[in-house]
């Protein structure tokens, strides 16, 4: 995904617009479907600010949110599959720079060189702000995806991670169906991206939570940090083998321990037991996956996607990036979690599910 490579470029090390804070992406996670994507291809994130010198947005919220659709390399993507939004988290904005304007079907937009002061800046339409690229000649233009001031409690927010909300009672059946799926659809999204690694676990997933302590279950975000040099570690941890050597492929066996965290509401490694945790690491994990796979009291689908991924599917294939392995995936894993998610929901249509919310 360009984007990733868009924000290191905007969020160098040290930031190059003087911002104290550190600079991090909230990328809202989303399930594709064929009839989902027809309409818009869509990612979200979030930008929040810490201090009340850095905001000058009215009402006094301490995030923004933006939208993002690709370009193509020359002009404007017309594609209506082509939107996409995003989520920043913490950090500043600069402004936008009177160089190279792209002529769009709606007005000309510039390209943005300090990204802080854009976001930060008080904006009363819904125009394109500017564009964004990469080193590639990459280009996303980016406005504000809402102008409609949040409820009072909606103004502060933090972000937590999915280890903080495993047992809390609010988080229901429903909401641990959807977040499944999702995840589900993410990794099939972005496996080959540095959004997301093959080792992947519960503390990159969050939620935001507004200063009355609601949690908002229904929009799981990845959280990635950029302008440091952590922002490096999701790449190299991506460069590990795609293979295990019990022959499950790791970013589907990491989905298969957080759907386990789910259906216990308990970390994994909280379910170990004493002799597990005398093991290796990589032979620990599998062996408690496959124990609580099979002690576990939950919907046979959910079951049959947990064995699957702690097991692994068809051996012959050792990649996402391989089609035959992605249809497999599809039907073997995404299907039955869109089938549970339809039941709880009680609709026809997984679509349906996921929609005003």
């Given amino acids: 995904m360009e984007l990733y490579e868009i924000f290191q470029a905007q969020f160098p090390t040290p930031p190059t617009c003087n911002c104290v804070l550190e600079h991090v992406v909230n990328m809202k996670l989303e399930f594709r479907s064929a009839q989902i994507t027809a ?52 950090g500043q904005v600069g402004y936008l720079a009177g160089s190279s304007g792209i002529q769009s079907t709606e007005q000309v937009v510039q390209e943005i060189s300090n990204l802080c002061s854009v976001i930060q800046s008080p904006v009363d339409s819904k125009d394109w702000l500017g564009y964004l690229a990469n080193n590639h000649g990459c280009r996303h233009r980016l406005r504000i995806f809402s102008l409609n001031p949040p409820p009072k409690a909606s103004q502060t927010i933090q972000t937590i991670c999915l280890t903080e909300v495993l047992g ?55 959280r990635r940090t950029f302008g440091s040099k952590t922002n490096t570690e999701p790449f190299l941890a991506s460069r590990v083998p795609q293979i295990r050597a019990d022959g499950s492929i790791p ?80 039907e073997k894993i995404v299907q039955p979690l869109e089938e549970d998610l339809k039941f709880y929901c009680d609709k026809d249509f997984v679509e349906d599910c996921l929609e005003g919310l």
Avoid at 66 to 89: G, T
Avoid at 182 to 208: C, G, R, Y
């Fill in 251 to 330: 970013c589907l066996f990491s989905l298969g321990i957080v759907l386990l965290e789910l259906s216990y509401r308990q970390t994994f490694e909280s379910l170990k037991d004493p002799k597990e945790n005398l093991l290796p690491p990589e032979y620990a994990d599998l062996v408690t996956g496959r124990r609580l796979v099979n002690s576990i009291d939950c919907s046979p689908n959910f079951k049959k996607v947990m064995k699957r991924c702690i097991s692994g599917l068809d051996p012959a294939f050792d990649s996402l990036a391989e089609d035959s392995l992605r249809d497999e995936v599809e």
């Fill in 168 to 222: 809390h009672p609010e988080f229901r059946q429903e909401h641990r169906c959807r977040l499944g799926l999702k995840l589900a659809s993410s990794v099939m999204q972005l496996h080959e991206t540095q959004w997301l690694t093959n080792h992947w676990n519960k503390s990159d997933i969050s939620f935001t939570r507004d200063s009355t302590g609601r949690i908002d279950f229904n929009n799981p975000l990845i």
């Fill in 39 to 90: 309409r818009g291809l869509y990612f979200h994130a979030i930008f929040t600010f810490n201090q009340v010198g850095q905001r000058a947005l009215s009402p006094s919220c301490n995030w923004r949110e933006i939208e993002m659709e690709p370009l193509a390399a020359r002009q404007l993507c017309q594609e209506p599959h082509s939107l996409s939004q995003l989520v920043l988290v913490s």
